[in-house]
Nanobody
Framework: QVRLVESGGGLVEAGGSLRLSCAAS????????MSWFRQAPGQQREWLAT???????KYAASLKGRFSISRDNAKNTVYLQMDSLKPEDTAVYYC????????WGQGTQVTVSS
């Protein structure tokens, strides 16, 4: 099993930036890909970005280059740099790690004020 702990969420004004972190522990050697998702109130969980152990990244087209995912394998941590934030980015952001099992963090709240 893998335990994931997200951090870095908070309240930010529109146009601002936040950097989310997701620290993995446990059976981290099994992790193949790590991803970020988000879920706004009343909405389905939305995939944002995925990064492989080899640092190959993919993004949801809707992000239009505003977000960037990165990974530090030595620290077992994945990051999500979010720039030019908009009120519609307000959501709970979740980290996901897939390896021998599918693992989710508890989420971190991001609120963007207009």
């Amino acid at each position: 099993q893998v335990r994931l702990v997200e951090s870095g969420g908070g309240l930010v004004e529109a146009g601002g930036s936040l950097r989310l972190s997701c620290a993995a522990s446990g059976n981290t050697s099994s992790i193949r890909v790590m991803s970020w998702f988000r879920q706004a109130p009343g909405q389905q969980r939305e995939w944002l970005a995925t990064i492989t152990r080899g640092n190959s990244a993919k993004y949801a087209a809707s992000l239009k280059g505003r977000f960037s995912i990165s990974r530090d394998n030595a620290k077992n941590t994945v990051y999500l740099q979010m720039d030019s934030l908009k009120p519609e980015d307000t959501a709970v952001y979740y980290c996901n790690a897939v390896g021998s099992s599918n693992n989710w963090g508890q989420g971190t709240q991001v609120t963007v004020s207009s």
